[in-house]
């Protein structure tokens, strides 16, 4: 009865948290958009996704506590790659908009950084999944990791259009975020794929953690957005000592 309680309450959390976070960070986002007037659209297309997310995380937790289903696909991954389209948004028209601070250096970073991380990607996690039965499940799990090191890549980029430490803070918690979330997306792909994820809890927790610290640390990113626009403004309204 113990280890039963015990493992109901491991799933009800592993369902809830992802919710609690989500709502963290979309709040977060909800509040740097009110704030910052000249990127507004760039947040709100930010929050736009995390809201598809959030959403995404509230309808599986639904699936899987009240309904005792695991499907995959299911609606929840129609809201969850839906929420990449306005991220991507957000991230390709802050790009244009800062597109002048792109030299030819920071271009080739930016191709090599991305490399980098879809070789990483490719041959450490995805390569073993393509040699047996590629169905929708495995598709989408495999869908989820690419996307993911996409936006990432994108928020590299951006750090590389942005000068001053307090512009670069906010978009250095954003791509740390979706870095963690490719990496926990992949290995979620790999374990299913392996049909190893719920033999230990070491490989929840290898999903999980990061996971939901990635949704913490998009929520800190927005946050610190919030408090350089307030500051920035402050500084501008405090007057200016005679000499």
Known sequence: LYRSLSQRGAEIWQAVSPILVG???LRMAYYVQKQDKQEQLVWRLLGAGLGLWTLAEVLWAFLTLVLNSEASPSLADVLWVAGYLPLGAAILIHLAWWRKQLNGLRILLAFAVGG???LAL???VLQPMFLGDVNWE?????LYPILDVTLAIGAFTILLTLDGRKWWQPWLFIAIALIMWAYADAVFAFLI???AYKASNVGILMVELPYNAAYILFGIGCALAVF????SEAREMSPVPAS
């Not at 495995?138 to 495999?142: K, M």
């Not at 350089?228 to 500051?231: I, R």
């Open 23 to 25: 709502l963290f960070a």
């Open 116 to 118: 980098f991380f879809f």
């Open 122 to 124: 490719f041959y450490g």
């Open 138 to 142: 495995t598709t989408l799990n495999v």
């Open 193 to 195: 794929w392996a049909d």
């Open 228 to 231: 350089h626009k307030e500051e």
